[in-house]
Structures are given as structure tokens and as C-alpha cells.
T-cell receptor
Framework: GQQLNQSPQSMFIQEGEDVSMNCTSSSIFNTWLWYKQDPGEGPVLLIALYKAGELTSNGRLTAQFGITRKDSFLNISASIPSDVGIYFCAGQPDDHNFNKFYFGSGTKLNVKP | NAGVMQNPRHLVRRRGQEARLRCSPMKGHSHVYWYRQLPEEGLKFMVYLQKENIIDESGMPKERFSAEFPKEGPSILRIQQVVRGDSAAYFC?????????????FGPGTRLTVT
């Protein structure tokens, strides 16, 4: 099956710092998504990307769809304590199967006030 | 405008019992997806359903697991004769249509513990 490699697995940063995480796939994807999951809750969609090269922002969050269509990254600028959580990338491979989405294993973000 | 609802939020079952997990999609949504999440891992696709139809169940274990989405009522994920390895968080997501992805809305999940 498809494999998504998400890194880093965890991060410990100081409030105010910028954060970057990325996701790579073994094959071409036609959609990339970034979700945030708080403890005990379901994932919440942050950003959706549909075109290679696309750069999209949502407040302090910016995500890009890699040109090769095999990677994506998420940046968080000026982190704050409420950014704490697990961030997941998810993608849909370019195999015309609109039913399946594959998730990375997550990046656990810790922010020290 | 209620979001995706799942119940129960927590479910404890002994080995060999049955577990029934319910998902009510957002109003107007006719597509439901079920995912399983193990601790410290991402979500793994299990099954995709439309009303009264299973569209893709390629992520479902071949035995003991079944899912339905009847014309009336919630979608049900049923696990028969549960084993310890079934302990996980089960999430459902709904979508208003066959999606190119971004419009999946997740419920809060059901945490199943098998003792």
C-alpha cells in the first residue's frame, strides 16, 4: 500500500518560534491535506492542497504542495501554546480512486510558554 | 448545525463480546468513512459507505468487522468477538459528496478498550 513518511515525529519548541514539518510519499499524490488533532478529539482540517506547487495559508499556517507531487510541508509561524497537538498529513494518490486517503504517522508538537 | 456525532465516546468490552459503534454524519452528508487509529499512529482507512451501499471496504479486516449505513439512522461499525488487538480509537468522517479530499469532517471518535 501507499506509504507516507512524516517528519519529525515530535518537536519541542519555545513559544514564538517557527515550526516546519513535512511529508513524503512513495508515489504521486493529487491532493495533500494537513490536519491537527487535539487529545481525545477527531482531526480538524487545517489546509487542503490540490495542485502541484500550490502554496496556501491559513492564518499563521502555510502549506505547500511539492512540485514533484510526492511531498508537502507545513509551516507554523510564531508558535503559541494552543498550537500544541499532533499534526497529520494526509494524501490521495493519483490512481483515480477517490475513496481512499492515507495518513502520515503524525508530528507531535510541544510548545513551551 | 451539529457536526459529525459518534457514540459512545468510550466503550469497554471483554474479549469475545460484540462492539457497535455509531456515527451520525453532518446534516446533508451522504458519504461516510470509517478510520482506525492506534496510539501514536495515523489514521488507517477502513471503509467508505454511501446510503445503503458499501463502496469500498478494502481496509476492513476480512473477519469479524462489518459496516452499514442504512437509509434511515446512523452508520454502524460492528466488531464481533472482539480481541485485545481491536483496542483503538475509531473515527468516522462524513462528506457531502464524492470528494477530492478536503471536505471530510471528522467526528470525535469512539475509544474502544478490550479487556
Amino acid at each position: 500500500g501507499q506509504q507516507l513518511n512524516q517528519s519529525p515525529q515530535s518537536m519541542f519548541i519555545q513559544e514564538g518560534e517557527d515550526v516546519s514539518m513535512n511529508c513524503t510519499s512513495s508515489s504521486i499524490f493529487n491532493t495533500w491535506l494537513w490536519y491537527k488533532q487535539d487529545p481525545g478529539e477527531g482531526p480538524v482540517l487545517l489546509i487542503a492542497l490540490y495542485k502541484a506547487g500550490e502554496l496556501t495559508s491559513n492564518g499563521r499556517l502555510t502549506a505547500q504542495f511539492g512540485i514533484t507531487r510526492k511531498d508537502s510541508f507545513l509551516n507554523i509561524s510564531a508558535s503559541i501554546p494552543s498550537d500544541v497537538g499532533i499534526y497529520f498529513c494526509a494524501g490521495q494518490p493519483d490512481d483515480h480512486n477517490f475513496n481512499k486517503f492515507y495518513f502520515g504517522s503524525g508530528t507531535k508538537l510541544n510548545v513551551k510558554p | 448545525n451539529a457536526g459529525v456525532m459518534q457514540n459512545p465516546r468510550h466503550l469497554v468490552r471483554r474479549r469475545g463480546q460484540e462492539a457497535r459503534l455509531r456515527c451520525s454524519p453532518m446534516k446533508g452528508h451522504s458519504h461516510v468513512y470509517w478510520y482506525r487509529q492506534l496510539p501514536e499512529e495515523g489514521l488507517k482507512f477502513m471503509v467508505y459507505l454511501q446510503k445503503e451501499n458499501i463502496i469500498d471496504e478494502s481496509g476492513m479486516p476480512k473477519e469479524r468487522f462489518s459496516a452499514e449505513f442504512p437509509k434511515e439512522g446512523p452508520s454502524i461499525l460492528r466488531i464481533q468477538q472482539v480481541v485485545r488487538g481491536d483496542s483503538a480509537a475509531y473515527f468516522c468522517a462524513s462528506s457531502p459528496r464524492l470528494t477530492g479530499a478536503g471536505e471530510q469532517y471528522f467526528g470525535p471518535g469512539t475509544r474502544l478498550t478490550v479487556t
